[in-house]
């Protein structure tokens, strides 16, 4: 399998592009993130800075954020179909705070910079028009092999940060369509990735040859599973065959059913359901949350 | 949320490798 995934990428990089140049002075830092006004209890002082990522299908705005002092372990965060914008820079200034070295990228870099919806409180999910613009976002990460590629690339930027400690895994976490690509993380970087976590993940069993689930034995890291009670109800099998999958691959995942929350509950920023009622399950949100970090804690040390 | 003593980083130069060495570093060929 890894030969032909390098094979598949020396293909994809033919001569002239970008394997067959030197390229260096990839990752720039890109500006200086403001402190998005959302400060509280940190457990230590935490610093932000936006920088790009060059990978193979071009340069990905990002932002980086580590406590200010000491070496800790990385986690790359997926985003959820709304991306890169100030409630995913508050997820990991407070990850941050706890002693980790977090990126968070732009998924959708391939088409637009970040922030790519204006205000996803007021996103409308019925509204078809406000569906079509997630369409050619969704799309562009999706594209087979593109996660994969941007998996290498975001792990070599991680190791290449003094904050980072490369002696310890790293971890990485998923929120909605990030749950797929938190899985396929894990396995095209198997060896370096040491915990997965997925909250209300969209996409992680489907009937399809490449249905995430499928990278199970692919996947050594250790994984949770945050599954929405409207999710379970619309696909009540995906998590057995989730569990049966990791089983099988000897590396039994944790999967557990919020009963009380809905798909999205995690995101502050998530718009009102349709009866009104948020998205945002505080309660929940923290519940999963402290999963997250504890499984942090157990495989990253 | 976290980063309640928040600083701001200078600008910075961040260099990373090769991608194609960096797959093979990450991921060793069989």
């Not at chain 1, 990126?103 to 028009?129: C, E, G, M």
Request: proline share 8%; aromatic share 6%.
């Amino acid at each position: 399998m890894a030969d032909e995934r390098h094979d598949q990428y020396e293909k994809d990089n033919a001569p002239g592009e970008l394997s067959r140049r030197e390229f260096v002075a990839l990752s720039v830092a890109a500006g200086l993130a403001a402190a998005a006004g959302s400060a509280a209890a940190a457990d230590v002082p935490v610093t932000e800075t936006n920088v790009q990522v060059q990978t193979p299908d071009g340069v990905c705005d990002a932002v980086f954020i580590h406590p200010t002092t000491g070496t800790h372990p990385g986690v790359l965060v997926w985003p959820d179909a709304f991306g890169l914008r100030p409630t995913m820079r508050d997820i990991g200034k407070r990850l941050a705070a706890e002693g980790y070295a977090v990126l968070i990228p732009n998924p959708f870099y391939r088409v637009a910079k970040a922030p790519v919806i204006d205000n996803p409180s007021s996103f409308n999910f019925q509204n078809p028009t406000d569906r079509a613009k997630l369409t050619p976002l969704m799309g562009s990460i999706n594209a087979p092999g593109a996660a994969e590629k941007d998996a290498v690339a975001f792990m070599a930027f991680l190791d290449a940060q003094p904050q980072v400690n490369k002696a310890q895994k790293i971890g990485t976490q998923g929120y909605c369509m990030g749950g797929r690509l938190v899985m396929k993380t894990a396995a095209a970087v198997p060896d370096r990735v040491g915990a997965g976590a997925s909250f209300h993940g969209g996409g992680l069993v489907t009937n399809d040859p490449d249905s995430p689930h499928l990278l199970a034995p692919q996947i050594k890291a250790k994984m949770y599973f945050g599954i929405a009670a409207n999710d379970d109800m619309q696909q009540p099998d995906a998590k057995d065959k989730l569990r049966e999958a990791f089983t099988a691959a000897k590396n039994p995942a944790e999967i557990e059913v919020y009963s009380n929350a809905q798909h999205g509950w995690c995101v502050p920023d998530m718009p009102k359901q349709a009866n009104g009622e948020p998205i945002y399950n505080k309660p929940d949100a923290e519940r999963a949350r402290s999963k997250l970090v504890a499984l942090y804690k157990a495989a990253l040390a | 949320m976290g980063g309640g003593h928040q600083t701001v980083a200078p600008a910075n130069l961040i260099i990373v490798q090769n991608w194609l060495e960096e797959l093979k570093r990450l991921v060793p060929p069989k």
